[in-house]
């Protein structure tokens, strides 16, 4: 298998036996609970499967977010050591993932999922379209912004 063609998850199995020759605990152990993470993910449903690049940017997408809510509720408790560990995974997930987009970014994608819409349905979609705007806008964001701000994004255009 060429570098090429190497799939994200191989890249992030080569990233943590590099971090075990280099004894960088931390980002050893984010990845063994990344790599095992998009394991679960692969053996839950029906059957096994093997992700895309795309599940398991979702999977690191979770992962993230996890540790970002975590680091918050040790910060409300005083637990600043925990919440700077957590934060610290984070940082090492967030680096295999797309760059997020900027909010004008954003508004450009949304501003192209609505005209797409517009071009199915022959209107200006309104607030009845949303989930058709939502879906085309999603699509377009691949995975470099989240739910909540492309929602936000198009409540702020329709």
């Given at each position: 298998?060429?570098?090429?063609?190497?799939?994200?998850?191989?890249?992030?199995?080569?990233?943590?036996?590099?971090?075990?020759?280099?004894?960088?605990?931390?980002?050893?152990?984010?990845?063994?609970m990344?790599?095992?993470?998009?394991?679960?993910?692969?053996?839950?449903?029906?059957?096994a499967?093997e992700?895309?690049?795309?599940?398991?940017?979702?999977?690191?997408?979770?992962?993230?977010?996890?540790r970002g809510?975590?680091?918050?509720?040790?910060?409300?408790?005083?637990?600043?050591?925990l919440?700077?560990?957590?934060?610290?995974?984070?940082?090492?997930?967030?680096?295999?993932?797309?760059?997020?987009?900027?909010?004008?970014?954003?508004?450009?994608v949304?501003?192209t999922?609505?005209?797409?819409?517009?071009?199915?349905?022959?209107?200006?979609?309104?607030?009845?379209q949303?989930?058709?705007?939502?879906k085309?806008?999603?699509?377009?964001?691949?995975?470099?912004?989240?739910?909540?701000?492309i929602?936000?994004?198009?409540?702020?255009?329709?």
């Amino acid at each position: 298998m060429s570098d090429s063609t190497a799939t994200l998850k191989s890249t992030l199995r080569a990233d943590m036996t590099a971090a075990m020759k280099a004894k960088d605990t931390l980002r050893l152990q984010t990845l063994r609970m990344v790599l095992a993470a998009i394991q679960t993910e692969e053996v839950s449903g029906k059957e096994a499967r093997e992700l895309t690049d795309d599940d398991v940017l979702k999977v690191l997408a979770k992962e993230s977010k996890k540790r970002g809510e975590a680091a918050e509720i040790y910060t409300e408790n005083g637990r600043g050591e925990l919440a700077a560990n957590e934060r610290a995974e984070a940082q090492i997930i967030d680096e295999y993932l797309p760059t997020p987009l900027t909010d004008a970014e954003l508004a450009d994608v949304v501003d192209t999922a609505l005209a797409q819409v517009a071009e199915q349905i022959g209107e200006r979609p309104g607030m009845k379209q949303m989930g058709q705007v939502m879906k085309a806008a999603t699509t377009l964001a691949a995975g470099k912004a989240d739910g909540s701000r492309i929602s936000k994004a198009v409540k702020d255009r329709l």
